[in-house]
């Protein structure tokens, strides 16, 4: 049985101080600030049947748990939170629930490799099928649906080319046959962009990313306003059994609370070394959709509050420099994942993308990622400029 969620101020329109509150009042018993810990696997019952706050087995729901839900479903703007081990758990949990063997999805065609992966080698041998299609062209999206269509997964900005799809538009072609429309929010995050206010039936987060904001979790996250896919996507959740822990739990709590404030430093510190690549001999071209020239600019000024902390760019000594820039730097850290307080880089040909190399999704081996942190502007700028040099 799952809980209801709890916290007072889900209600409050203010991004910060759902960020702050919403999920999260005070022990009633206590009076502690922080959610506690329920490090624990079961639950007193008052008799057979007699649940205590409806928690029988932290499978089922877990109080920590119960308060990240629930402030995840506040600052999506949807009524129905669910927390996962990962985000590719929460992605797997979503597609079973939503799909039978003969389905069809429609993913990006620059999808994040580990959801190509999880449709192309897992999913598919269970008879799901799926086409990738270039989300920003409609005309395209819309030829690509099939009778038999149940997901139109969107990524908007993608991973690692930073694409931008125009949400709304998806969500017409979406329900106009019958699917539902799903968007990875991970590298926007909450606080700049609204997917289920623009039609959106799902949205999905990796929370190791920005909401954990501080590289020491793995999370995922599912939103949605629609009650019965709720109902659906609770009873999987349980039954499939990969739902986060109450300590995974709490840290994601914890790094949501600085969410808005931490995203501004990363829009303005991107914004900077966006700037500097520009101007730069060795750098061919940036990807960024902040920049005018981004073929996505006018969609993403549209939809999102601002452009993000993901910068990539392509360089023109080709693989080899691409290889090479990486290895040099030293305040930005050579790893994979993003979104965390420290700026990070990497070659997504041979790191993050790897598993897409050979499809039609492979990503062009002069790229360079950033995830761009929240460390002094100047130090990332000459970091950067002494690894071009």
């Not at 049947?49 to 409806?54: F, H, I, S, T, V």
């Not at 929010?185 to 954990?212: C, E, I, M, R, W």
């Not at 009650?227 to 790094?255: K, T």
């Not at 750098?283 to 999102?304: I, N």
Request: with cysteine.
């Amino acid at each position: 049985m799952l809980a209801e969620p709890v916290g007072s101020v889900i209600a409050m329109t203010g991004f910060n101080t759902r960020a702050i509150h919403a999920g999260q009042d005070p022990d009633p018993h206590t009076g502690a600030v922080a959610v506690p810990i329920y490090q624990t696997s079961t639950y007193k019952q008052d008799g057979v049947g007699g649940l205590r706050g409806g928690y029988e087995y932290s499978r089922s729901a877990n109080p920590t748990r119960t308060a990240l839900e629930a402030a995840l479903a506040a600052l999506e703007g949807g009524g129905h939170g669910f927390a996962f081990a990962s985000g590719l758990a929460a992605e797997d949990t979503l597609l079973r629930a939503v799909c039978r063997p003969g389905d069809h999805v429609i993913l990006p065609g620059d999808a994040y490799g580990g959801t190509y992966r999880l449709v192309a080698r897992v999913l598919a041998n269970w008879g799901v099928e799926f086409t990738p299609v270039p989300l920003a062209d409609l005309d395209a999206v819309r030829a690509a649906v099939r009778p038999t269509t149940r997901v139109l997964w969107c990524e908007t900005p993608t991973n690692p080319l930073l694409g931008i799809a125009d949400i709304a538009g998806l969500a017409t072609v979406a329900h106009e046959a019958g699917a539902r429309l799903v968007v990875d929010n991970t590298f926007a995050s909450p606080y700049l962009q609204q997917p289920l206010a623009l039609g959106a039936d799902v949205v999905v987060h990796s929370t190791t990313k920005y909401l954990g904001g501080h590289s020491d979790v793995v999370g995922g996250a599912l939103v949605t306003a629609d009650a019965g896919l709720a109902e659906q996507l609770g009873f999987h959740q349980n039954s499939m059994g990969a739902v986060a822990g109450p300590f995974d739990s709490w840290l994601v709590l914890r790094g949501i609370k600085t969410l808005g404030v931490r995203m501004d430093r990363h829009n303005a510190n991107a914004a900077t070394v966006v700037d500097f690549l520009l101007g730069h001999p060795a750098v061919d071209r940036v990807l960024y959709p902040g920049l005018p020239s981004h073929p996505g600019h006018d969609v993403a000024a549209r939809q999102m509050s601002g452009f993000g902390g993901m910068v990539s760019f392509t360089l023109r000594g080709g693989e080899e420099a691409a290889l090479k820039v990486c290895g040099l730097v030293g305040v930005f850290t050579l790893g994979e994942s993003l979104g965390g307080v420290e700026s990070l880089i990497e070659h997504p040909g041979r790191m993050t993308h790897a598993s897409v190399a050979g499809s039609p999704l492979q990503v062009p081996a002069d790229l360079v990622r950033l995830s761009v942190g929240i460390e002094d502007v100047g130090d990332l700028v000459a970091d950067l400029a002494a690894a071009l040099a």
